[in-house]
């Protein structure tokens, strides 16, 4: 049976109000998130080895490099959880008995729509809060989603994922948490238990947790996805340095750098770096900062995790999550998991 609506109307389409007043901003920050990372970046350049923070392959032209990634041939792992996803939809969004929706990185909520879909066919109300630093393509997600869904009430967080985590309202009935597209394995492992101890925080007993996570397998696989053969990856990459260049008035040279990516079985992740094809001077000019390159020399710039079923599930029963069930994909090895916090 589908689930009643909060505000006590029925589930018909026409006791819905219009698409525009179903999309509200609960937060929007108008901070630029990076506004104050040049200490972060300098501290990050004068560590050995020298790094570069993965959030600024996301400007306009490293976003659009990336999804032209996800789309090659090579890149399996936004379709396997894609697939995942059309299998196992109905039974998640019923065996949660038609949740609330917290998505973290929600971005343009594909991913999500197939979850939506299912309310859609029981014609049962969906309260959706996506949490997204980029408040533009959050805005044009939910105009584009209420206009699909009629019985979808977006409610945007336009911030970070704690952010938004501290700034939800009160639970006024189960809500399902969603991390999705293996975001968890491109965090630190510090990063990642203070996310879930976040999350614990921020979810209530009984309440969900949907986690979408690669899994170990066969190098070929993982090293033939980020270095796709169009070269859309390296390209994402490597316009990390081109967004520095704008933001802090530096003079990175992209002839002078190439991209390197290679999975490592033992530590079980994937490792991106940038190595400088010359000893050369790099300047950022507006944080007063100059470093040399050795020949080279490797800048970190991307780790991707890869897990195993059961150290994934440990992982989050430290944390408070026990698992409910858990969904894999054969071929490629990409789990979709269902957790439930105590």
């Given at each position: 049976m589908a689930a009643s609506l909060d505000n006590g109307a029925g589930n018909g389409v026409s006791h819905l109000s219009a698409a525009a007043d179903r999309v509200r901003f609960v937060l929007r920050s108008t901070d630029d998130p990076l506004a104050h990372d040049g200490p972060n970046v300098i501290r990050n350049f004068m560590t050995s080895p020298k790094s570069i923070s993965s959030v600024y392959v996301y400007d306009e032209a490293g976003t659009e490099l990336f999804e032209r990634q996800c789309r090659t041939p090579?890149?399996?792992?936004?379709?396997?959880?894609?697939?995942?996803?059309?299998?196992?939809?109905?039974d998640i969004v019923q065996l949660c008995e038609f949740p609330a929706i917290v998505e973290l990185g929600a971005g343009t909520a594909e991913k999500t729509r197939t979850l939506f879909e299912v309310y859609a066919e029981h014609e049962a109300r969906c309260d959706y809060y996506p949490i997204d630093i980029d408040t533009e393509t959050l805005s044009q997600a939910a105009h584009a989603l209420v206009c699909d869904f009629p019985q979808l009430f977006v409610h945007c967080l336009g911030t970070t994922y704690l952010e938004g985590l501290r700034a939800l309202p009160r639970r006024t009935r189960c809500r399902l948490f969603a991390f999705l597209g293996s975001s968890i394995g491109?965090?630190?492992?510090?990063?990642?238990?203070?996310?879930?101890?976040?999350?614990?925080a921020g979810a209530d007993r009984g309440d969900y947790l949907l986690l979408g996570a690669d899994l170990h397998k066969d190098a070929s696989f993982i090293d033939k996805?980020?270095?796709?053969?169009?070269?859309?990856?390296?390209?994402?990459?490597?316009?990390?340095?081109?967004?520095?260049?704008?933001?802090?008035?530096?003079?990175?040279?992209?002839?002078?750098?190439?991209?390197?990516?290679?999975?490592?079985?033992?530590?079980?992740?994937?490792?991106?770096?940038?190595?400088?094809?010359?000893?050369?001077?790099?300047?950022?000019?507006s944080l007063d900062f100059t470093?040399?390159?050795?020949?080279?020399e490797l800048i970190d710039a991307e780790i991707?995790?890869?897990?195993?079923?059961?150290?994934?599930?440990?992982?989050?029963?430290?944390?408070?999550?026990?698992?409910?069930?858990?969904?894999?994909?054969?071929l490629y090895r990409y789990g979709l998991f269902l957790f439930r916090r105590r």
């Amino acid at each position: 049976m589908a689930a009643s609506l909060d505000n006590g109307a029925g589930n018909g389409v026409s006791h819905l109000s219009a698409a525009a007043d179903r999309v509200r901003f609960v937060l929007r920050s108008t901070d630029d998130p990076l506004a104050h990372d040049g200490p972060n970046v300098i501290r990050n350049f004068m560590t050995s080895p020298k790094s570069i923070s993965s959030v600024y392959v996301y400007d306009e032209a490293g976003t659009e490099l990336f999804e032209r990634q996800c789309r090659t041939p090579e890149y399996y792992l936004r379709r396997a959880e894609a697939e995942l996803l059309r299998r196992h939809a109905g039974d998640i969004v019923q065996l949660c008995e038609f949740p609330a929706i917290v998505e973290l990185g929600a971005g343009t909520a594909e991913k999500t729509r197939t979850l939506f879909e299912v309310y859609a066919e029981h014609e049962a109300r969906c309260d959706y809060y996506p949490i997204d630093i980029d408040t533009e393509t959050l805005s044009q997600a939910a105009h584009a989603l209420v206009c699909d869904f009629p019985q979808l009430f977006v409610h945007c967080l336009g911030t970070t994922y704690l952010e938004g985590l501290r700034a939800l309202p009160r639970r006024t009935r189960c809500r399902l948490f969603a991390f999705l597209g293996s975001s968890i394995g491109n965090m630190q492992r510090q990063e990642i238990e203070d996310l879930l101890a976040h999350l614990f925080a921020g979810a209530d007993r009984g309440d969900y947790l949907l986690l979408g996570a690669d899994l170990h397998k066969d190098a070929s696989f993982i090293d033939k996805a980020y270095n796709d053969s169009a070269g859309f990856g390296p390209r994402s990459t490597l316009n990390m340095l081109h967004h520095l260049n704008r933001r802090y008035d530096g003079n990175f040279v992209m002839d002078n750098f190439r991209y390197r990516s290679k999975y490592d079985p033992r530590l079980k992740r994937n490792e991106v770096r940038i190595e400088s094809l010359a000893a050369q001077t790099v300047t950022l000019a507006s944080l007063d900062f100059t470093m040399a390159l050795a020949a080279g020399e490797l800048i970190d710039a991307e780790i991707m995790w890869k897990f195993e079923p059961d150290e994934l599930c440990s992982l989050l029963d430290r944390a408070g999550f026990s698992l409910v069930n858990r969904w894999i994909e054969l071929l490629y090895r990409y789990g979709l998991f269902l957790f439930r916090r105590r």
